[in-house]
């Protein structure tokens, strides 16, 4: 670029960086005198107020004034809120103010405007004048999606046509511009190149400077209620939905806070790796939470619920012991829909019969019998749904408790609790009695007052009986004591049998059509209903059966509902089973969702497909309401990763790369387990010295990561870091890490340790190593003591290279 241009634009980044040095110099002392003011407001609050309630009149001007001073605190905090942010975002901008111009002809005008964008917007002094355009304004779209030439944008008065005449972008540090292009395709692939080249780092980077003109229709959708991203490893969905997220903060900033969005992420690992992008961008973070622990948090205490990772470890390493196939039968039953209808005909038939429930026991004793809920149950009207009949009854329960109490009050127990009562005890009561004693004296004006008028007089003046009215008073207590809790519980709906209720589907085939109507039954059904009943029995779940079992609870005790929640976002959405689609939809009945996965990463049994014309992800909210986009290039890997990794999954051939070249995939065979330990940390010891500092020996499971990690520290590599579903945060490092926990992540180096058949072999285990090798940004290698698995002895051989050791 000629040498006028670079002096032209250094010298308008000089001009806005001075302008906005004077802005923040300006702004700080108010910034920070609001401050103290506010902190100033609320230590006196209470000294600014005299709480004065002698008279109705004192009260009422107390409660103004209260009133007045939490305004004027109110007031004082949101000018601060929205000053210091306003300085916060021009501090953000001062390094590096912008990354991208455009100069956009506007039809009918005769002027082109030059447009500057950067992560936040920035006025001139007139407060028209925008020297920065943030990049969410819709105008900035115009960056993303087009090249010179034409280009229009949507705004929300109408579509703009014009002619973009430059587009331009900025690498700036420092105040300094350390590079510019000028791009004739939709966001140079140089500044791109420059960006992907990087090292790996331990919390994931905004990508607002070279988002793809794909990625942008996947963060500017507002349409549709379901937003479906099907994505190869390494395309950008993870990125794109976080931009997403900034995107509808921004746009909707009046009517959307950050924590009425929510994103299920993998695992916990996942959500620290992800957790600074948005804070980046100058935005709060949404409500970040996994599946399990949604899970944990509705089953309660009760059962426990088996995790994901326990699930996928049993259904890699349990093959040929009993009752495999049954649980795999099992697992994709209890994962389907035709499972979630057969819950939907057992509500029915327990509309009719085979309700459960427990008795309520109170002192050893049986004091309302299952049976007799039963019986009172089925008394009510058979019209009416079964979430109504359940709370008639617990109206019924409660009422029968309250005269239950009452009787209860006269038993012998209580007299005799009555003579052990300590002194403590009896001078709460006689505190209680005090204070009743003044309202029975207040009682006692009023009537002699009214009597007085009536000019009427009562027959006995009844004293008030101390003695009487203490015990009755302690025994009401005693009693109380014991009914409290039971009550509760009804309320809590602990009289319904749950475990019961999903336990009575698993008691034979007969059974289970009879009372679910259910067609199409696995054929190990039997050993499905044992397994099933012998983890209830020990009060735990399957996973596959954790979501089902909320669901039935939810069939007789009502919908649990999030209504707060306006988006919810899924990523690795390929991992979740149509049940628990359907399940999370009900939930959050009034949020749009966004699910982003990658069928080619479906290593889970219950795994759904995102875009297949079947999907059941389309059905949730029927086509009409569901936009698919299709992410086909792969941003994260070189080119050579990505030619070796497709050629793994069938199809592959559509995933594209992107320009970066690096090594090709390195395959190692040794002669055994030792040789090939001591190779490894050899190998480490290499990428280290070449400057890679993320780098992950994955294994195919956790069993395998521990053996691996004792190992490899025994010959010598040290600072090896065992990674485990307990690991809360993401750390850059050399490490190990089985396959499910690097889902979503990625490292410099990616070092498969056992890539013989008999670790990928079958066919389930093809989604396995691909997740796995596609964890590596700039170099992958694979060992094995043995064959190759066949996914790596079919590729062709110009694909890799053999290690000559
Ligand atoms: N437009 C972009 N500009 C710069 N970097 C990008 C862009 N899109 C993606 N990347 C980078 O590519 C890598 C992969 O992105 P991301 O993790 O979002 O992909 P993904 O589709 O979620 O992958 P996976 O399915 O494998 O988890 C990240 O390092 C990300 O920063």
Redesign the pocket.
């Known amino acids: 670029m000629e040498n006028k241009q670079w002096q032209q634009e250094q010298e308008r980044l000089e001009l806005v960086r001075n302008k906005l040095e004077a802005r923040i110099a300006e702004l700080e002392p108010e910034v920070a005198g609001l401050h103290d003011q506010a902190t100033d407001i609320r230590r006196r609050f209470w000294e600014e107020v005299t709480i004065n309630t002698a008279t109705d009149e004192d009260f009422e001007e107390t409660f103004h004034n209260i009133n007045q001073q939490s305004a004027l605190l109110a007031e004082r905090e949101r000018g601060h809120k929205l000053l210091t942010e306003k300085w916060r975002n021009m501090t953000r901008l001062l390094p590096s103010p912008y990354f991208g111009r455009i100069d956009f002809q506007e039809d009918g005008l005769s002027l082109s405007e030059q447009i500057y964008i950067g992560v936040s917007s920035f006025i001139d002094e007139d407060g028209l004048s925008f020297l920065i355009y943030d990049w969410r304004t819709p105008i900035a779209s115009l960056y993303y999606d087009y090249s010179p030439g034409p280009a229009s944008y949507v705004t929300p008065t109408g579509r703009i046509e014009g002619t973009m005449e430059l587009k331009r972008q900025y690498q700036i540090q420092n105040g300094q511009i350390n590079n510019m292009f000028d791009a004739s395709e939709t966001?140079g692939d140089e500044l791109?190149q420059q960006?992907?080249g990087k090292g790996?780092d331990s919390q994931?980077?905004s990508?607002v400077?070279?988002?793809?003109k794909e990625?942008n229709a996947i963060i500017r959708d507002d349409k549709s209620r379901m937003l479906i991203v099907q994505?190869?490893?390494?395309?950008?969905?993870?990125?794109?939905?976080l931009q997403r997220v900034a995107y509808l903060l921004y746009k909707h900033r009046q009517s959307i806070r950050a924590d009425q969005i929510v994103l299920f992420s993998p695992n916990p690992m996942f959500a620290s790796y992800i957790s600074t992008v948005l804070p980046e961008l100058g935005e709060e973070n949404m409500q970040q939470t996994t599946y399990q622990e949604f899970l944990d948090y509705w089953l309660g205490a009760s059962l426990r619920p088996e995790d994901p990772f326990d699930q996928i470890e049993y259904v890699l390493t349990a093959q040929g012991t009993p009752g495999y196939e049954a649980r795999l039968q099992g697992i994709a039953y209890k994962s389907s829909e035709a499972f979630l209808q057969a819950l939907q005909n057992y509500g029915l038939w327990l509309g009719r019969e085979g309700m459960q429930f427990t008795g309520i026991r109170m002192r050893d004793r049986e004091v309302i019998t299952a049976e007799r809920m039963r019986s009172e149950f089925y008394g009510y009207d058979r019209s009416l749904p079964l979430i109504n009949r359940v709370i008639l009854l617990q109206e019924w329960l409660l009422n029968e408790l309250t005269l239950l109490e009452r009787k209860e009050r006269e038993a012998d127990w209580v007299e005799e609790e009555l003579n052990y009562l300590d002194t403590d005890q009896y001078v709460e009561a006689f505190g209680m009695l005090h204070q009743e004693k003044e309202l029975f004296d207040l009682a006692e004006t009023y009537v002699s007052a009214r009597e007085r008028i009536n000019k009427k007089r009562r027959a006995d003046e009844g004293d008030f009986d101390y003695g009487l009215k203490e015990e009755e008073l302690l025994r009401r207590k005693i009693v109380q004591g014991l009914f409290k809790p039971l009550r509760k519980s009804v309320k809590k709906f602990a009289f319904v049998d749950v475990k019961a209720l999903y336990g009575q589907l698993f008691e034979g085939e007969a059974a289970y059509r009879e009372r679910t109507n259910g067609a199409g039954l696995p054929p190990l059904w039997a050993k499905i209903c044992e397994q099933t009943k012998e983890m209830l029995n020990r009060n735990e779940l399957f996973y596959e059966d954790a979501t089902p079992y909320l669901y039935v609870k939810e069939l007789v005790e009502g919908v649990r509902m999030n209504t707060e929640i306006k988006y919810v976002f899924i990523?690795?959405g390929q991992d979740y089973s149509a049940f628990q689609y359907e399940y999370l939809k009900k939930l959050f009945p009034r949020a749009r969702m966004t699910v982003?996965?990658?069928f080619g990463?479906a290593i889970y049994m219950q795994a759904t497909s995102l875009d297949a014309a079947d999907s059941p992800l389309i059905r949730l909210f029927g086509e009409a309401d569901t936009s698919l986009i299709r992410?086909v290039r792969s941003?994260?890997s070189t080119k050579e990763i990505v030619e070796f990794t497709r050629a793994m999954l069938p199809g592959g051939e559509e995933i594209q790369a992107f320009e970066r070249r690096g090594r090709k995939p390195l395959l190692s065979k040794l002669d055994d387990g030792e040789q090939r330990d001591a190779q490894i940390v050899a190998d480490i010891s290499a990428l280290k010295a070449e400057g890679f500092d993320s780098i992950a020996v994955i294994t195919k499971t956790a069993a395998d990561s521990r053996d691996a990690h004792e190992s490899l520290r025994a010959y010598g590599c040290e600072e090896l870091r065992l990674i485990t579903k307990e690991t809360p945060e993401f750390e850059k490092g050399v490490m190990v890490i089985p396959v499910y926990l690097a889902?979503?992540?990625?490292f410099d180096a990616v070092l498969i340790y056992d890539a013989s058949p008999e670790a990928y072999g079958r066919d389930n285990e093809r989604k396995l190593l691909y997740?796995a090798c596609?964890?590596a940004?700039h170099q992958l290698q694979l060992y094995t003591t043995g064959d190759w698995s066949p996914f790596v002895q079919s590729q062709p051989a110009e694909l890799y290279e053999a290690a000559g050791y």
Do not use: C, H, P
Not at 743 to 746: N, P, Y
């Open positions: 966001i791109l960006v992907l790996a994931m980077k990508i400077a070279t988002i793809q990625q994505g190869a490893a390494g395309s950008g969905k993870t990125s794109a939905a990523d690795e982003l996965g990658d990463q992410l941003y994260r889902k979503g992540v990625e997740t596609t964890r940004m």
